[in-house]
């Protein structure tokens, strides 16, 4: 089922690696003019290699300043995909202010930041369009080590809804998607302990993480016209550990 981007200008946000890097390789397989934002050079310009004729924008999007700079003239952008995101993990009595300022810097404020610019280009234009956070699972349920990461989600979560409350008078459409764990290099890295990751699948009706593409496909179909009556939504993709 084709998803109908074709030609639309589509704006993708921790590009580099992961969910980021094949949203971006799926929306160029389907004909959108993408834009692929990340903090590493070296993951830009392989993506670029790949994805000939994409545009590539180098920014670490904790730095507000920075951000504006790079993405404050970035042009008419008709999809955001706010996937960008770090995960600092720590117990929580040993949780400090650098992890704490460093997670809310790049996984909600940089969103809310991105989010302005791009929205305000489209109600400038009276163009309607789609935004899509990438949440997680975590900003529903506790996980030990993890009281940074689930705040900013939790918080994330809560933003798509504001959002699509005051974008939806201007026809954006504002979701979010909450996966489980995905085999992505940070999944991999945060979820190497066999012990930690049975508790996770144990929890898993599907009994197994996700894979990218079960992500991106939901991405693709919240930011195509084919969800044109949902908004505000959190979409979890985690094989019904919600559910339990």
Known sequence: MEPGLAGRRALVTGAGKGIGRATVQALHAAGAQVVAVSRTRADLDSLA???PGIETVCVDLGNWEATERALGSVGPVDLLVNNAAVALLQPFLEVTKEAFDTSFDVNLRAVMQVSQIVARGLVARGAPGAIVNISSQASQRAIAR?????????????LTKVMALELGPHKIRVNAVNPT???TPMG?????????????????PLGRFAEVE????????LLSD???MTTGATLPVDGGFLAT
């Open 49 to 51: 290699r790949e994805c």
């Open 146 to 158: 993890h009281s940074i990461y689930c705040s900013t989600k939790g918080a994330l979560d809560m």
């Open 181 to 183: 764990v995905v085999s």
């Open 188 to 204: 991999k890295a945060n979820w190497s302990d066999p012990q930690k990751v049975k508790a996770v699948l144990d929890r898993i």
């Open 214 to 221: 079960n992500v991106v496909d939901s991405v693709l179909f």
């Open 226 to 228: 084919r969800s044109g």
